[in-house]
T-cell receptor, first 114, second 116 residues
Framework: DQQVKQNSPSLSVQEGRISILNCDYT??????FLWYKKYPAEGPTFLIS?????DKNEDGRFTVFLNKSAKHLSLHIVPSQPGDSAVYFC?????????????FGKGTKLSVKP | DTGVSQNPRHKITKRGQNVTFRCDPI?????LYWYRQTLGQGPEFLTY????????KSRLLSDRFSAERPKGSFSTLEIQRTEQGDSAMYLC??????????????FGEGSRLTVL
């Protein structure tokens, strides 16, 4: 039973345009959500996060939106750059319940074409 | 601060052999996590430690797997009697306790296991 779902295995976007990566979750106890970026042969690196008490968090070109009623979050990258090409993982945690670990989705491979 | 360090980076072994991976977390991070990642999947939680105490274990962690963190610093993950299905990237991550501002885990580069 997958609690965090990324239904698009891949996404291709032109440089300079917006990239939108989506993530759905099923566990209403999740109170923290994160996006990680992973290049081949490297470990995941943290990108941006959002608490369940917020609906938007912005950091430079990256914005995460959270829709709790729909149990959906999205990552917007504007403008997209070729260096953004990587696999993006959505992750969720239940820190209020003292769950110590993150639950990850399967990832979306983003390709930004010059 | 050199980040989370994992060794070896790549291990090739024959089925039935035992393997051990080591993880050195970021200094002063008292939480340490092990994840497994297979092709086309996201990282899957295996276990985590707070200091030397192993607080949670996934059902993925069969009795052939054992993890230790004897002094609350580095950790080892041992797989006994390896099977081909154990082939995966084993990721270690650490975090400081109470870092709820980001809730971020800091990952190492992983140890890739290939079981022939």
């Amino acid at each position: 039973d997958q609690q965090v779902k990324q239904n698009s295995p891949s996404l291709s976007v032109q440089e300079g345009r917006i990239s939108i990566l989506n993530c759905d979750y099923t566990n209403s106890m999740f109170d923290y959500f994160l996006w990680y970026k992973k290049y081949p042969a490297e470990g995941p690196t943290f990108l941006i996060s959002i608490s369940s008490i917020k609906d938007k968090n912005e950091d430079g070109r990256f914005t995460v939106f959270l829709n709790k009623s729909a149990k959906h979050l999205s990552l917007h990258i504007v403008p997209s750059q070729p260096g953004d090409s990587a696999v993006y993982f959505c992750a969720a945690a239940n820190y209020g319940g003292s769950q110590g670990n993150l639950i990850f989705g399967k990832g979306t491979k983003l390709s930004v074409k010059p | 601060d050199t980040g989370v360090s994992q060794n070896p980076r790549h291990k090739i072994t024959k089925r039935g052999q035992n393997v051990t991976f080591r993880c050195d977390p970021i200094s002063e991070h008292n939480r340490l996590y092990w994840y497994r990642q297979t092709l086309g999947q996201g990282p899957e939680f295996l276990t985590y430690f707070q200091n030397e105490a192993q607080l949670e274990k996934s059902r993925l962690l069969s009795d052939r797997f054992s993890a230790e963190r004897p002094k609350g610093s580095f950790s080892t993950l041992e797989i006994q009697r390896t099977e081909q299905g154990d082939s995966a990237m084993y990721l270690c991550a650490s975090s400081p306790r109470g870092d709820r501002a980001t809730g971020e885990l800091f990952f190492g580069e992983g140890s890739r296991l290939t079981v022939l």
